[in-house]
């Protein structure tokens, strides 16, 4: 198996499909090249014409080498491949899943074939209470009590699941499948001396190492939740108790030259993280002027509160005045 420079399944899929295209061109090329009866140089067009059959020739045959890849590289014996896809069914879905071999079905005919059958604990247990596995069983009554995902391996010892870049038509009504059958060609691409069983314990590691990260990341991410939660209760009568300067002052189109200071009870002990978040409130009330910028840079001791600018400022000649103003105004 020649895989020169291409690493990955997707290296694969991409060569193919350029060997298809160019081999599209040459053959319309062809298609059109003409030798006339008065042709010129008939001896050079014959031996450019065959040029590009043995061109089109050497591409079919590269086309076919790589194609094969994707048979090759995703078949598996039954009893390996039954039992891979019932661990990684337990990984995508959340909930574990087991096999059953040599499960005999009688439901196309009363001659048994023989068959590995996939499914979920959960309707395992609703199996065994109506069906006995280890005798002749008709599998599509077994299938039909069944309530999650289940699937039956059959009929070959063999079973590949990829034809060409696309989905085995056995597994079509598992879609989920192709992702990790390119990475079995992924890694064999990688890893070219490891044997099937162990390329499929490679892939099921990988997936629970990837399952591990995002365990870690949600747990991660309930925790900040939770800070945060505790966080807006500490705030909440805090910012309630807060004189609304600012706001008043917008609503009269003034801009305060500084916000009245207002004094909070020193914390105790047992309230750290309250005086702290009560010193972040109080930091954010300092002078606004008008051509600042809209949002205050966070820093650890100033979190990012928005501050919103008025759409527009009124000029000096109908500008209102508070009552404080106009007692300065008076007294000039």
């Not at 896809?85 to 048994?112: C, H, M, N, W």
């Not at 059958?181 to 001396?193: E, G, Q």
């Not at 747990?219 to 004189?243: D, I, W, Y």
């Amino acid at each position: 198996m020649e895989v020169k420079g291409l690493k990955t399944c997707e290296d694969v899929i991409s060569y193919v499909s350029y060997l298809e295209k160019k081999y599209g061109k040459i053959e319309k090329e062809l298609k059109d090249f003409k030798i006339g009866l008065f042709s010129a140089d008939k001896a050079k067009l014959k031996a450019k014409r065959a040029r590009m059959e043995e061109e089109l020739e050497r591409i079919s045959d590269t086309y076919d080498r790589y194609d094969r890849i994707f048979k090759e590289t995703t078949t598996f014996t039954r009893g390996d491949l039954s039992v891979f896809l019932a661990k990684y069914f337990s990984l995508l879905k959340g909930k574990t899943f087991e096999v059953q071999r040599g499960v005999r079905d009688i439901s196309d005919s009363k001659y048994a074939k023989t068959c590995d059958f996939i499914a979920s604990s959960d309707d395992f247990e609703r199996i065994d209470k109506k069906f006995d596995l280890n005798k002749p069983v008709c599998l599509d009554d077994v299938i039909n009590i069944c309530r999650d995902d289940c699937l039956s391996l059959g009929g070959t010892r063999i079973h590949t699941l990829l034809e060409d870049s696309a989905l085995n038509s056995d597994f079509s009504a598992f879609p989920e499948i192709i992702d990790v059958a390119k990475n079995l060609i992924t890694v064999k691409l990688s890893y070219p001396d490891l044997t099937d069983s162990e390329r499929l314990d490679f892939i099921l590691k990988e997936l629970t190492a990837a399952n591990e990260i995002k365990f870690q990341e949600s747990q991660l991410g309930r925790s900040v939740s939770s800070e945060l939660e505790e966080a807006k209760k500490l705030t909440a009568p805090l910012q309630s108790s807060q004189p609304s300067a600012l706001d008043s002052s917008f609503q009269s189109n003034v801009f305060p030259v500084i916000a009245s200071p207002v004094v909070a009870p020193k914390p105790s002990r047992s309230d750290d993280m309250e005086s702290a978040i009560l010193k972040s409130i109080l930091s954010m009330q300092s002078t606004i002027v008008e051509d600042e910028c809209p949002f205050v840079i966070p820093t650890e001791e100033h979190p990012a509160q928005p501050v919103i600018k008025p759409e527009s400022t009124p000029s000096s000649s109908d500008k209102k005045l508070t009552k404080s103003m106009m007692e300065r105004y008076m007294r000039r």
